[in-house]
């Protein structure tokens, strides 16, 4: 781990007026006033038990390893997709100022898997500007008034090169590594493509990973981003056109980037590996399972059964295993770039529920088994339901504190299952004959069984009635092979009060809190439960309730390599995040204010969560005076 501190600088006080991002009396806002979806309490009925569910699931594991495993993959596997629009309200406006809570989530992953992936870009990425002067309102991000037909409302981003500052000094503090959006529609037409890539390469350095150089080409013309008849030939042409304009010459593109009209299969049967081989770097996808873009929106309750459901997981992916296999083939990489439950903010009871964790659990651990490189989790602003993590509304940010969704749990096992050697592998065990209700992975190391994910997704109605037990050997029985069972395991469970639940889980006893209690931290005692298996049968008992995550350790080192031990992660404090101008202002304007952050509008890429106005509009807002001015002091980076 770093030993870096992250000092909180302020240059100047007009640029805290402008960038204060909390406005108080003594008087707290009532959390119930907030109704965007990041804050949503919608409780959904869990879906009933199987009528046949089977108590006992046996897998028979093999010594040296087992016919089907995955290429070797890293545990930084589920990594974060971050709008652009939205970038510098989770990580910050200024390299000076990275919100620690950011920093601390990244470091927990970094624990655990030794690293994580990054991808900032998006529907607001095609347009974007950067404006190397800074913008008229003074924020790193500025949004204006989109004028495609997308059901996201995009609105059009200018940005500033403190974008990529802040990046780039992320990853001196944890191992971060990036992809980034380049502006594609107008086709570097005044040159701010070209801009943008110098600047993205020359400042992130060896920590790019890649650059996306299309997002949803296939809805180009539905969005009317270019014209009706835009085809498959067309997107070909212009990429063409960008690698020739921005001499692109290395392999350093992800592409096609394809979601929703056309897919990868029909992209490689026209050309597009073919012709563009010197300069790819990744083969990628961007799939949602579902999508909540309709107006009114959807029912969530019928859908809720298919995010219970391994052969549903398996069902997402399958799809791309032959693409991935030519990619691979090909010597090149293969990932989903954008991806969560469902597409425009996801759904009210699912996509913020402990549900939520079991099907995203599930589902790194099939791509891990299908070849994908990177799997990337997307963030919108406050009104989307699928957040990993959300900071509170602006104008609550004195008195709250973050909120983890549950989904990032899943997070933290993808990445302690894999672990940081880079040569976990991977294979779908089918467990209890391909039950849906549940699922199971071997991963292996070097050829040694190392861990086991176990998946009950059984919310039962009376308690207990839905536990499994995974009975698992490795070689004896009927292979051929000398029994190897350990004589021990250790077991980490993700676990909660109910399906339905949105706070208070628990990852081996730690917990981030309920909603708005969360710094990025875990906080509790850590629980590893050491389970004695049977050496005279050579097979070892592992429970699983319903509904939970069981994730085994069949070796001591297969607990070093993932972090899972770690009890106090090194981190980042959050003490001293907020020190900002604190004006007085009148309640009654205050309660009717956006409350957004940096006074900006956060939910650039959801429904309803785009509005713009201008710096003056808002400012003019304010009665009362400045009464005090905190100046930034040092937050050191600190053990937990």
Request: charged share 15%; hydrophobic share 40%; glycine share 8%.
């Given at each position: 781990?770093h030993?870096?501190?992250?000092?909180?600088?302020?240059?100047?006080?007009?640029?805290?007026v402008?960038?204060?991002?909390?406005?108080?009396?003594?008087?707290?806002?009532?959390?119930?006033?907030?109704?965007?979806?990041?804050t949503?309490?919608?409780?959904?009925?869990?879906p009933?038990?199987?009528?046949?569910?089977?108590?006992?699931?046996?897998?028979?594991l093999?010594?040296g390893?087992?016919?089907?495993?995955?290429?070797p993959?890293?545990?930084t596997?589920?990594?974060?997709s971050?709008?652009?629009?939205?970038?510098?309200m989770?990580?910050?406006?200024?390299?000076?100022?990275?919100?620690?809570?950011?920093?601390?989530?990244?470091?927990?992953?970094?624990a655990?898997?030794?690293?994580?992936?990054?991808?900032?870009?998006?529907n607001?990425?095609?347009?974007a500007?950067?404006?190397?002067?800074?913008?008229?309102?003074?924020?790193t991000?500025?949004k204006?008034?989109?004028?495609?037909?997308a059901k996201?409302?995009?609105?059009?981003v200018?940005?500033?090169l403190d974008?990529?500052?802040?990046?780039?000094?992320i990853s001196?503090?944890v191992?971060?590594?990036w992809?980034?959006?380049?502006?594609?529609?107008?086709?570097?037409a005044?040159?701010?493509?070209?801009?943008?890539?110098q600047?993205v390469?020359?400042?992130?350095?060896s920590n790019?990973?890649?650059?996306?150089?299309?997002?949803?080409?296939?809805?180009?013309?539905?969005?009317?981003?270019?014209?009706?008849?835009?085809s498959?030939?067309?997107?070909?042409g212009?990429?063409?056109?960008?690698?020739?304009n921005?001499?692109?010459?290395?392999?350093?593109?992800?592409g096609?980037?394809?979601?929703?009209?056309?897919?990868?299969g029909?992209?490689?049967?026209?050309?597009?590996?073919?012709?563009?081989q010197?300069?790819?770097?990744?083969?990628?996808?961007m799939?949602?399972p579902?999508?909540?873009?309709?107006?009114?929106?959807?029912?969530?309750?019928?859908?809720?059964?298919h995010?219970?459901?391994?052969?549903?997981v398996?069902?997402?992916?399958?799809?791309?295993?032959?693409?991935?296999?030519v990619?691979?083939?090909a010597?090149?990489?293969?990932?989903?770039?954008?991806?969560?439950?469902?597409?425009?903010?996801?759904?009210?009871?699912?996509s913020?529920?402990?549900?939520?964790?079991?099907?995203?659990?599930d589902?790194a651990?099939?791509?891990?088994?299908?070849?994908f490189?990177?799997?990337?989790l997307?963030?919108?602003?406050?009104?989307?339901?699928y957040?990993?993590?959300?900071?509170?509304p602006t104008?609550?940010?004195?008195?709250?504190?973050?909120t983890?969704?549950?989904?990032?749990?899943?997070?933290?096992i993808?990445?302690?299952a894999l672990?940081?050697?880079?040569?976990?592998r991977?294979?779908?065990?089918?467990i209890?004959?391909?039950?849906?209700d549940?699922?199971g992975?071997?991963?292996?190391?070097?050829?040694?069984?190392?861990?086991?994910?176990?998946?009950n997704y059984?919310q039962?109605?009376t308690?207990?009635a839905?536990?499994?037990?995974?009975?698992?050997?490795?070689?004896g029985?009927?292979?051929?092979?000398?029994?190897?069972?350990?004589a021990t395991?250790?077991?980490?469970?993700?676990?909660?009060?109910?399906?339905?639940?949105?706070?208070n889980?628990?990852?081996?006893g730690?917990?981030?809190?309920?909603?708005f209690?969360s710094?990025?931290?875990?906080?509790?005692?850590?629980?590893?439960v050491?389970?004695q298996c049977?050496?005279?049968?050579?097979?070892?008992?592992?429970p699983?309730?319903?509904?939970s995550?069981?994730?085994?350790?069949?070796?001591?080192e297969?607990?070093?390599s993932?972090?899972?031990?770690?009890?106090?992660?090194q981190?980042?404090?959050?003490?001293?995040?907020?020190?900002r101008a604190?004006?007085?202002?009148?309640?009654?304007l205050?309660?009717?204010?956006?409350?957004r952050?940096g006074?900006?509008?956060?939910?650039?890429t959801?429904?309803?969560g785009?509005t713009?106005?201008?710096?003056?509009?808002?400012?003019?807002?304010?009665v009362?005076?400045?009464?005090?001015?905190?100046?930034g002091a040092?937050?050191a980076?600190?053990?937990?």
């Amino acid at each position: 781990m770093h030993s870096k501190a992250l000092i909180l600088l302020f240059a100047s006080y007009s640029a805290l007026v402008d960038a204060a991002v909390t406005v108080y009396t003594t008087t707290t806002p009532d959390p119930a006033q907030y109704t965007v979806a990041s804050t949503d309490q919608t409780v959904l009925n869990a879906p009933a038990p199987p009528a046949n569910f089977n108590p006992a699931t046996y897998i028979q594991l093999y010594d040296g390893g087992m016919t089907g495993m995955s290429n070797p993959v890293s545990g930084t596997l589920l990594g974060f997709s971050i709008e652009l629009s939205v970038a510098a309200m989770l990580m910050g406006e200024k390299a000076a100022v990275i919100r620690p809570e950011f920093l601390n989530y990244c470091a927990l992953l970094e624990a655990r898997g030794g690293g994580i992936t990054i991808r900032v870009g998006g529907n607001t990425q095609d347009k974007a500007t950067l404006n190397l002067n800074g913008n008229p309102n003074g924020h790193t991000i500025q949004k204006y008034q989109g004028s495609d037909a997308a059901k996201t409302e995009t609105p059009e981003v200018h940005f500033t090169l403190d974008l990529l500052l802040v990046m780039a000094e992320i990853s001196k503090l944890v191992n971060a590594k990036w992809f980034f959006g380049i502006p594609f529609v107008n086709s570097n037409a005044n040159g701010n493509a070209a801009l943008v890539l110098q600047n993205v390469e020359s400042l992130l350095g060896s920590n790019l990973l890649g650059l996306q150089m299309a997002n949803e080409p296939d809805l180009y013309s539905i969005n009317q981003k270019k014209a009706s008849t835009y085809s498959i030939q067309d997107f070909m042409g212009d990429t063409n056109y960008m690698i020739q304009n921005l001499t692109i010459q290395k392999p350093i593109l992800v592409g096609p980037s394809v979601c929703c009209m056309w897919n990868i299969g029909q992209m490689l049967d026209a050309g597009y590996l073919t012709r563009f081989q010197p300069q790819i770097k990744f083969i990628d996808a961007m799939h949602y399972p579902d999508n909540n873009c309709a107006q009114p929106k959807e029912d969530p309750q019928p859908k809720y059964k298919h995010y219970l459901s391994h052969n549903g997981v398996q069902n997402l992916v399958k799809p791309y295993f032959e693409p991935a296999a030519v990619a691979l083939a090909a010597g090149k990489k293969f990932m989903m770039m954008e991806t969560n439950t469902a597409s425009c903010g996801g759904f009210p009871g699912i996509s913020d529920s402990f549900a939520s964790a079991l099907w995203a659990t599930d589902y790194a651990m099939q791509m891990a088994y299908g070849n994908f490189t990177y799997g990337l989790l997307h963030f919108g602003g406050q009104n989307v339901y699928y957040n990993p993590f959300t900071p509170p509304p602006t104008n609550m940010t004195k008195v709250r504190k973050w909120t983890t969704g549950a989904i990032f749990y899943a997070q933290l096992i993808a990445a302690e299952a894999l672990g940081k050697s880079g040569n976990a592998r991977v294979i779908d065990l089918h467990i209890d004959n391909n039950a849906d209700d549940r699922a199971g992975y071997a991963i292996y190391e070097n050829g040694v069984a190392s861990r086991l994910v176990l998946v009950n997704y059984v919310q039962p109605t009376t308690p207990n009635a839905n536990d499994f037990v995974a009975t698992f050997a490795v070689g004896g029985g009927q292979t051929g092979l000398p029994a190897v069972t350990p004589a021990t395991v250790k077991v980490k469970y993700l676990r909660t009060d109910s399906i339905n639940s949105k706070d208070n889980i628990t990852w081996a006893g730690q917990t981030f809190g309920a909603q708005f209690e969360s710094d990025g931290r875990l906080y509790g005692d850590l629980d590893i439960v050491t389970i004695q298996c049977n050496p005279a049968e050579g097979t070892c008992n592992v429970p699983v309730p319903g509904p939970s995550v069981a994730l085994v350790f069949l070796t001591d080192e297969a607990v070093a390599s993932s972090g899972a031990d770690v009890t106090q992660a090194q981190t980042f404090a959050t003490t001293v995040t907020t020190g900002r101008a604190v004006p007085t202002m009148d309640q009654a304007l205050l309660l009717v204010s956006n409350g957004r952050s940096g006074a900006d509008p956060l939910g650039a890429t959801s429904k309803g969560g785009s509005t713009v106005t201008s710096g003056a509009e808002r400012r003019a807002g304010m009665v009362g005076a400045f009464v005090s001015l905190v100046v930034g002091a040092a937050v050191a980076k600190m053990f937990l």
